[in-house]
């Protein structure tokens, strides 16, 4: 007979990112309150490091789904492949041109465009989704609360998350939202 009961264990494991940056935080923030500079300094890395990396996890787990969708979501090297039961494909992060959001009947998809007009469409939620947060934060300006208010909004409609932008003489820049 478990301990915990199941699906409070699950519950448990969907925060355990969270859960342990709180662990480290308070184990920081006790160091601190110990005798000596250098137990002090070690505390206080470690409250930070925990305060920290506990933001990064929140936002993470904002951007998981909570509800599971059909195919995979693999990334390797800057490119992120989607296999699906029906359709599927590869998209490499450099080539990126557009990252939309796309809402229709609470159902979400992210729309990855390249430069030159091909898609890839993959549904949120789907097995490996959550590698996405962390290739999307790697693309040049994109506003990260922006990303997370649009998948908290309920309308529907489609959504411009990031776009690469041009200069005048069509040259790429490193910055676009």
């Known amino acids: 007979m478990p301990f915990i009961r199941p699906e409070i264990a699950e519950r448990l ?35 930070l490091a925990g305060a920290g990396l506990g933001f990064v996890a929140i936002r993470r787990k904002r951007f998981a789904a909570e509800d599971a969708a059909p195919g995979m979501v693999l990334l390797d090297e800057r490119e992120v492949t989607y296999m699906g039961p029906i359709a599927g494909g590869s998209v490499d992060l450099d080539r990126l041109s557009v990252l939309r959001l796309r809402r229709q009947a609470g ?68 910055s676009g939202s």
């Open 13 to 47: 494991r969907d925060w355990r990112e969270v859960l342990i940056c709180i662990g480290v935080l308070l184990l920081g923030l006790w160091m601190t309150q110990q005798p000596g500079p250098v137990v002090k300094g070690v505390g206080l890395v470690a409250a």
């Open 107 to 174: 159902r979400k998809v992210w729309l990855l465009q390249t430069e030159d007009g091909n898609a890839l469409a993959i549904p949120h939620g789907a097995e490996g989704e959550t590698t996405l947060f962390d290739a999307f934060a790697a693309l040049p300006g994109l506003h990260m609360p922006g990303l997370l208010a649009a998948l908290d909004s309920s309308e529907d409609g489609s959504v411009i998350v990031w776009q690469r932008t041009l200069d005048p003489k069509g040259l790429r820049l490193t």
